[in-house]
């Protein structure tokens, strides 16, 4: 059984920092693309940054020089490092992986981690 772990989330004043960490585990032959997304009270979900399994990555134009996603291939681990952060920033934010496994090639999500930023 594939799991996506969460971890980090928390309160943080506005201008502060915290890292996000999603560890996958289980019968997993190749993690392809991975990301986060948020959502936040009444509002949609939205992807905020995307990885590849080669490194190539996108973000959300309102996390753009603040955000910095990663990944530890090795450990099967993908990091968000959040900068600067603001009151908007609030969500629970989800990591979701693209990866492989005997069976199949499918999507997993996490449970979720909340992060708040106070003004």
């Known amino acids: 059984q594939v799991q996506l772990v969460e971890s980090g989330g928390g309160l943080v004043q506005a201008g502060g920092s915290l890292r996000l960490s999603c560890h996958a585990s289980?019968?997993?032959?190749?993690?392809?693309?991975m990301g986060w997304y948020r959502q936040a009270p009444g509002k949609q979900r939205e992807l905020v940054a995307s990885i590849t399994s080669g490194g190539t990555i996108n973000y959300a134009d309102s996390v753009k020089g603040r955000f910095i996603i990663s990944r530890d291939n090795a450990n099967n681990t993908m990091y968000l490092q959040m900068n600067s952060l603001k009151p908007e920033d609030t969500a629970v934010y989800y990591c979701k992986a693209n990866l492989i496994t005997q069976r199949a090639l499918l999507d997993y999500w996490g449970q979720g981690t909340q992060v708040t930023v106070s003004s």
């Open positions: 289980g019968s997993i032959f190749s993690l392809n693309a």
